[in-house]
């Protein structure tokens, strides 16, 4: 096929849908990315919770974003994803504007009856729910508004789209910050995300495969699914071994923000501290294309490895020495190990599910991310109080996170040893 033919097939192989959602899939992973890159330090400085319950609440409200999707993506799978992203904007748009809005003087008398933590709690529970059905409904206008032969570059499309967001997320909620305060960007990432309601309903067009194959899969036909995979113990074991990989990734959001700001540098403005954390999506920009050529005949398994063995590092890399340029260096190596394992992943995940299962199982491979995220927040607020304040020795507790991750890539390499083949699963 001459280049000429293949621009012709790219240029006619996307259904507008296919650019309506990813673009409205870009600017809500910039809201999304902007409200998680200070939501640490507005839990800590503003609302001013100990250390312990602004970390588990991080934790529970990742959980719910990355595990959701398997239930709420059958409601847009029912419905149509244009309705789907309407909803998910709109309830996006509302959780934000509840965060910017909780030291409003509307606010008190609710805050009066309810403790500022469960009043968080009940927000942040509500808000997952956005940022989880929209995946499902941008993954599903990629898979149906393009064609065979250009889905692959829709979904590197897709993806690319998505670390745009999450780079200038942070760099832009960052000017808000040191503008107007954390609290204000909050609010501008909830307008930002009501716009796009407006953005889909002018502009979304239903594919037409999506009203000719819709599915009418219940509520409950996807948590018999759910139940069908969780009985796959060696399935979940891997999932709660890769899992580990993802409480090093979190905990540059749940941790290290306060670190910075309690025992590196205290006068360090709250918007320079967000700004680091758009260093791991900026590097994938740049660095993706490059990294997967210089890496496309590692084996598998290997480039899997590799990534776990770079997140330990850069847990490593954090503890020796307290600066910021430091904590710059760890989110560029975690970045790198990053972008040589993501794209191999799934295709290690497919060789998991069993034969005639695997789309129904492939649904389910996010699931580390929730369950990283979640015990990142679980531990993560114990380690800076234990280490912060007891031990005084802050720095330490990267040791930790280093050891879970390394843990996590010794039991991969278990993992794969004692239930892998060549080509899959071995059998009993």
């Given at each position: 096929m001459?280049?000429?033919?293949?621009?012709q097939?790219?240029r006619?192989?996307?259904?507008?849908?296919?650019?309506?959602a990813n673009?409205?899939?870009m600017?809500e992973?910039?809201?999304?990315y902007?409200?998680q890159a200070?939501?640490?330090?507005?839990l800590?400085?503003?609302v001013?919770?100990?250390?312990v319950?602004a970390?588990?609440?991080m934790?529970?409200?990742?959980?719910?974003?990355?595990a959701?999707?398997v239930?709420?993506?059958?409601?847009?799978d029912?419905?149509?994803?244009?309705?789907g992203l309407v909803?998910a904007f709109?309830?996006?748009?509302?959780?934000?504007?509840?965060?910017?809005?909780f030291?409003?003087s509307?606010m008190h008398?609710?805050?009066a009856v309810?403790?500022?933590?469960?009043?968080?709690?009940a927000?942040?529970?509500f808000s997952?729910?956005?940022?989880?059905?929209?995946?499902p409904?941008?993954v599903?206008?990629?898979?149906?508004?393009s064609?065979?032969q250009v889905r692959s570059?829709?979904?590197a499309i897709?993806?690319?789209?998505v670390?745009?967001?999450?780079a200038?997320?942070p760099i832009?909620g960052?000017?808000a910050v040191?503008a107007f305060?954390?609290?204000?960007?909050?609010?501008?990432?909830?307008?930002?995300v009501y716009?796009?309601?407006?953005?889909?309903l002018f502009?979304?067009?239903?594919?037409?495969?999506?009203v000719?194959?819709?599915?009418?899969?219940?509520?409950?036909?996807a948590?018999?699914?759910?139940?069908?995979?969780?009985?796959?113990?060696?399935?979940?074991l891997?999932?709660l071994i890769?899992?580990?990989?993802?409480?090093?990734?979190?905990a540059?959001?749940?941790?290290?923000?306060?670190?910075?700001?309690?025992y590196?540098?205290?006068?360090?403005?709250?918007?320079?501290?967000?700004r680091?954390?758009?260093i791991?999506?900026?590097m994938?920009i740049?660095f993706?294309i490059?990294?997967?050529h210089?890496?496309?005949?590692?084996?598998?398994?290997?480039?899997l490895?590799f990534?776990a063995?770079?997140?330990?590092?850069?847990?490593?890399?954090?503890?020796l020495h307290r600066s910021v340029?430091?904590?710059?260096a760890?989110?560029?190596?975690?970045?790198i190990?990053?972008?040589?394992?993501?794209?191999r992943?799934?295709?290690?995940?497919s060789?998991?599910?069993?034969?005639g299962?695997?789309?129904?199982f492939?649904g389910y491979?996010?699931?580390?991310?929730?369950l990283?995220?979640f015990?990142?927040g679980?531990?993560?607020g114990?380690?800076?109080?234990?280490?912060g304040q007891?031990?005084?020795q802050?720095y330490e507790?990267?040791w930790?996170?280093?050891?879970?991750?390394a843990?996590?890539?010794?039991?991969m390499i278990l993992?794969?040893?004692v239930?892998?083949?060549r080509?899959?699963?071995?059998?009993?």
């Amino acid at each position: 096929m001459s280049l000429g033919d293949r621009i012709q097939q790219v240029r006619h192989g996307f259904q507008s849908a296919f650019w309506v959602a990813n673009s409205s899939e870009m600017f809500e992973r910039l809201s999304f990315y902007s409200q998680q890159a200070f939501l640490s330090l507005f839990l800590l400085e503003i609302v001013k919770l100990h250390e312990v319950p602004a970390s588990n609440l991080m934790g529970w409200f990742g959980l719910l974003v990355y595990a959701l999707p398997v239930v709420v993506g059958s409601l847009a799978d029912r419905f149509g994803f244009r309705w789907g992203l309407v909803v998910a904007f709109l309830i996006d748009g509302t959780g934000y504007f509840l965060l910017g809005s909780f030291n409003s003087s509307w606010m008190h008398p609710i805050r009066a009856v309810l403790p500022d933590y469960w009043l968080l709690f009940a927000i942040l529970t509500f808000s997952a729910f956005g940022p989880a059905l929209v995946k499902p409904c941008v993954v599903g206008s990629v898979a149906i508004a393009s064609t065979e032969q250009v889905r692959s570059i829709g979904y590197a499309i897709y993806y690319w789209l998505v670390n745009i967001g999450g780079a200038l997320g942070p760099i832009l909620g960052a000017a808000a910050v040191a503008a107007f305060g954390m609290s204000t960007n909050f609010i501008l990432c909830a307008l930002l995300v009501y716009a796009l309601v407006f953005f889909v309903l002018f502009f979304y067009r239903e594919p037409a495969q999506v009203v000719a194959t819709r599915s009418t899969m219940t509520i409950r036909q996807a948590l018999a699914n759910t139940l069908l995979v969780l009985r796959n113990w060696r399935f979940v074991l891997f999932m709660l071994i890769f899992s580990g990989y993802y409480v090093t990734f979190f905990a540059f959001f749940v941790v290290m923000p306060d670190y910075i700001h309690k025992y590196v540098n205290p006068a360090l403005p709250a918007a320079d501290i967000g700004r680091l954390i758009a260093i791991d999506a900026g590097m994938i920009i740049v660095f993706q294309i490059p990294v997967n050529h210089l890496t496309r005949h590692v084996a598998t398994f290997r480039a899997l490895i590799f990534g776990a063995v770079l997140a330990a590092l850069s847990m490593v890399t954090v503890s020796l020495h307290r600066s910021v340029w430091m904590a710059a260096a760890g989110l560029v190596v975690f970045s790198i190990g990053e972008m040589t394992q993501a794209p191999r992943y799934y295709e290690y995940i497919s060789r998991l599910a069993p034969e005639g299962q695997q789309g129904v199982f492939m649904g389910y491979a996010f699931l580390p991310i929730a369950l990283g995220y979640f015990f990142a927040g679980l531990i993560g607020g114990h380690l800076l109080h234990y280490y912060g304040q007891v031990l005084k020795q802050p720095y330490e507790m990267w040791w930790v996170l280093a050891g879970v991750g390394a843990l996590a890539t010794v039991l991969m390499i278990l993992y794969n040893r004692v239930f892998m083949t060549r080509g899959g699963p071995k059998t009993a």
